[in-house]
């Protein structure tokens, strides 16, 4: 999985005869796992196709800022919003001119002012204009302001002068894009997540179920996906959005759950099993609604696969997590569970109490494993997310090896 896993880099192309690489460019943000738009200036569409790019980075190509129907929806706003970073390459004197003087009667102007994400600048153009005072004028304006450049190169150029003033190759442009994010904990990892509770149908209209809502599992795939893991999310139904930049698989029974985490988890590297998984169904489930013939109703049950037992007792297994769900005896019960499992990690969560139980939006846990723990205090579920998304990394055969490998 490439460093740009998760990235949104909108790719602005200026007039220049450097837009022809942009496609190059394109192609080396994707196989870095970056997810690409494009947006053109009007000369930029005399030296490449708008059809070329779209071709390639999947998407239609933004062009007018008074473009209606995007202008409906107030479209350049939603596409600075949707910018992890703005990369213009070729930048073109016009276009350094345009932003140092903070113009915004162009897509391009109006997105580099909306958009909260850095700026990456490839500058292309003459030699000569690239020396020019007024050039490295707005270059230092620019720069001042935190942008950041890639290049220009030094060489021959388009027009036949020798000097510096080529944009960069589009390898070294990738490079510079990836250098534009820190990396994130979990770069490179494939992570899935289980959540909410399970159904387990007594008749058409019956079910057997719990209180669980989803909202931790949510918030911790949320977090895996923010710490740049290519996130998959098992849920059973909840009433939750799914989590940007994570793939969501929806879910009824406990059977249905464990089909589809077997077929995930080839290639997994972190399972956390946070679904309150219905221990028991029913034997049978009618074909029609049952009716209340009499005063009592015998429902024979029969037990659930247990799913995180049956991929923590995969040959060829991810590193597992697990919860408990306790009313009583917290750490002994979840370091039970730890063993009895053969889990790498759990973490315990008091029920008992509604603050931080089923439903709530805080939380608070004992994160465990065979040799340390970790006490939470109790704090937003978004944030007991990030506190084992961290404990995860560090604990991680793979994780702690890339560290030590690193400078």
Known sequence: ????????????????????KAAEVVRGLQEQGAEVRVLMTRGASEFI??????ALSGH???????????????????????????????ATADCLARLAGGRADDLLGAVQLATPAPVLLAPAMNQQ????????????????????????????????????????????????AIACFERRLLDGLRVIVTAGPTREAIDPVRYLSNHSSGKMGYAIARAAADA????????????????????????????????CCLALVADCDVFVACAAVADYRPATAAAQKIKKNSS???LELVRNPDILATVANLAQRPYCVGFAAETRELRKHAMQKLEAKKLDLIVGNDVSDPAIGFNADDNAALI???????????????????????????RLPTMAARSRAEP
């Open 368 to 394: 465990l494993d065979a040799r340390r723990e970790r006490v939470v205090e109790r704090c937003s579920k978004a944030t007991l997310a990030r506190i084992l998304v961290e404990e995860i990394a560090a």
């Open 228 to 259: 740049g893991a290519q996130t998959e999310l098992v849920s059973g139904p909840v009433t939750l959005p799914a989590p940007d930049r994570v793939r969501c698989h929806s879910v009824t029974s406990a059977r249905e759950m464990l089909d």
């Open 1 to 20: 999985m490439g460093h740009l896993f998760n990235r949104r880099i909108l790719l602005a192309v200026c007039g220049g005869i450097a837009a022809y």
């Open 49 to 54: 196709t708008p059809l070329t790019l779209q």
């Open 296 to 298: 009592t109703l015998t």
């Open 129 to 176: 204009m690239w020396r020019d005072a007024a050039t490295d004028a707005n270059v230092t304006t620019l720069c001042e302001r935190g942008f950041r450049l890639v290049g220009p190169e030094a060489g021959e150029q388009a027009c036949g002068d020798v000097g510096t003033g080529r944009m960069s190759e589009p390898a070294a442009i990738v490079t510079a």
């Open 60 to 90: 239609a190509v933004y062009r007018d800022l008074l473009d209606e129907e995007a202008e409906r929806g107030m479209g350049h706003i939603e596409l600075a919003r949707w910018a992890d970073l703005l990369l213009i390459a070729p």
